[in-house]
C-alpha cells in the first residue's frame, strides 16, 4: 500500500527509506501524491521525512502532475526555511517558468 511507503521514508534503515523513495516515484495516485505534497510543506515532521518526501515527488514527473498547482508550490518550497527544500522550490520554479515561456501562445 503506497501510505505505507511513505511511513517508511523516516525509516531508520537506510536501505529501506531508499526502496520506498523509488517505489513511490513510479507511484502516481491521487491520495499519496497529496499526502506526500502535504509532507513536503509539514514543518511539524522530521526534516528527513519531508526531504525524501520531496525526493519522491522529484523523481516523477511533477510539473504535469494535475495534483496541484505547481507554480505555487514550488513557489511554497522556495520560500522553506530548509536549504535543500528552498533549492528544490527554486530549481522547480525555473523549470516550469522555463515550461511556459516555451508554451503557444506565450
Given amino acids: 500500500h503506497d501510505l505505507d511507503l511513505v511511513k517508511l521514508l523516516s525509516h531508520g534503515n537506510g536501505y529501506l527509506r531508499e526502496m520506498a523513495v523509488r517505489l513511490l516515484q513510479e507511484r502516481t495516485g491521487?491520495?499519496?501524491t497529496r499526502r506526500l505534497l502535504d509532507l513536503?510543506?509539514?514543518g511539524d515532521m522530521p526534516m528527513e521525512l519531508r526531504r525524501n518526501?520531496?525526493?519522491a515527488l522529484v523523481g516523477r514527473d511533477l510539473?504535469?502532475?494535475e495534483a496541484w498547482d505547481s507554480l505555487s508550490y514550488a513557489a511554497q518550497?522556495?520560500?522553506a526555511a530548509d536549504p535543500t527544500i528552498r533549492a528544490w522550490g527554486i530549481r522547480?520554479?525555473?523549470t516550469q517558468g522555463l515550461r511556459e515561456l516555451r508554451r503557444?501562445?506565450?
Fill in 30 to 32: 491521487l491520495e499519496t
Fill in 40 to 42: 513536503v510543506l509539514d
Fill in 53 to 55: 518526501a520531496l525526493f
Fill in 63 to 65: 510539473l504535469d502532475m
Fill in 77 to 79: 518550497l522556495a520560500e
Fill in 92 to 94: 522547480l520554479l525555473t
Fill in 104 to 106: 503557444p501562445g506565450s
